[in-house]
């Protein structure tokens, strides 16, 4: 892949994480005018802003239309996501319960160390055109059943 395609996907990318980032900011600023707990309020803004995510950057940031793909892309996001929701959860308590950093200060370093390994998982590895890990185990099991059962 060019250099030129990286770039544009990342610019692609940079658009959705802004659109999901408005959404996961005023999900997040709402809930804790509410007194929702900050931690709670990260958990709930993450989810909106994940769901967005995932749907804008298929379809647009890393054009992912083959629908034959969108299970393995699905499982691949939900993976990355689970991991990214529990570090943007762990970076936001160690940001302001460890090193009492402020809640909202807090939030954009950790949304920011989210946002670039969430790039670099998604271009490598989530919307990427290999095929998926269950795909390759069933393919080996099946070429070792052959081998044998002759």
């Known amino acids: 892949m060019s250099l030129f395609n990286i770039i544009t996907k990342f610019i692609k990318y940079c658009s959705v994480a802004l659109g999901s980032a408005i959404t996961d900011w005023l999900v997040f600023i709402a809930l804790t005018f509410l007194g929702v707990p900050y931690i709670h309020c990260q958990a709930t803004s993450r989810f909106v802003g994940g769901v967005f995510s995932f749907i804008v950057n298929r379809y647009w ?74 795909w390759i185990t069933s393919n080996v099991i099946n070429s070792i059943m052959r081998r044998y059962t002759k």
């Open 61 to 134: 940031s890393f054009s992912a239309k083959n629908g034959r793909h969108i299970t393995v892309q699905g499982r691949r996001f939900t993976l990355l996501y689970f991991f990214s929701y529990a570090l943007s959860l762990g970076l936001l308590y160690f940001f302001v319960d460890i090193i009492h950093m402020p809640v909202y200060i807090s939030k954009l370093a950790a949304d920011t160390i989210c946002f670039i390994v969430n790039f670099v998982v998604m271009h490598n590895y989530v919307y990427h055109q290999r095929q998926g890990l269950l």
